[in-house]
């Protein structure tokens, strides 16, 4: 006996998501194009794993076209599959690196003694290094780097 089958409206309902989704999604490639009986859209009820994971792609950061690379890999190119997968921790890795460095410096600001953050000497320092090229992280680990010691 074959899958049941779902209209595009109730998948949109078993998946949480908007119909208009699943046709975007069909039309980029990330879902495969559904039978039509009587013209309307029929999933294979397998599709709301398959947009289950698409969702989890999402929300891992993995951009639409990143997801259908993904999508197309699997099963097929587990080389690829794990090259993806490391480039988007790396990625991801990098992200946290620049939030943790934007927390630390308005940490430190929320603690400066003066009114005018422009007054502030530490702050007009980090600003000038990132004026010089620096990237927050840097500027901000530069500034607050133990000095060498003397000798």
């Known amino acids: 006996m074959s899958e049941p089958l ?30 039509r009986i009587s013209g309307q859209r029929r999933y294979p ?8 994971a698409i969702l989890l792609l ?33 990625e991801l890795d990098e992200r946290i690196a620049k939030a943790q460095a934007a927390r630390e410096a308005i940490e430190h600001s929320l603690r400066c003694g003066h009114d005018d953050i422009l007054q502030c000497p530490n702050f007009g320092a980090i600003v000038l290094a990132r004026l010089e090229g620096r990237s927050l992280r840097e500027a901000h680990a530069d500034f607050h780097e133990p000095p060498d010691p003397p000798g």
């Open 6 to 35: 779902l209209t595009v409206g109730e998948l949109a309902r078993r998946a949480g998501v908007a119909t208009s989704a699943l046709r975007y999604w069909e039309e980029l490639g990330l879902l495969p194009a559904p039978d």
């Open 45 to 52: 009820e397998s599709a709301v794993t398959l947009v289950g």
């Open 58 to 90: 999402r929300d891992a950061g993995f951009s639409l076209a990143e997801q259908k690379a993904l999508l197309a890999a699997r099963g097929v190119a587990p080389e690829e599959w794990r090259r993806l997968q490391v480039r988007k921790l790396e």
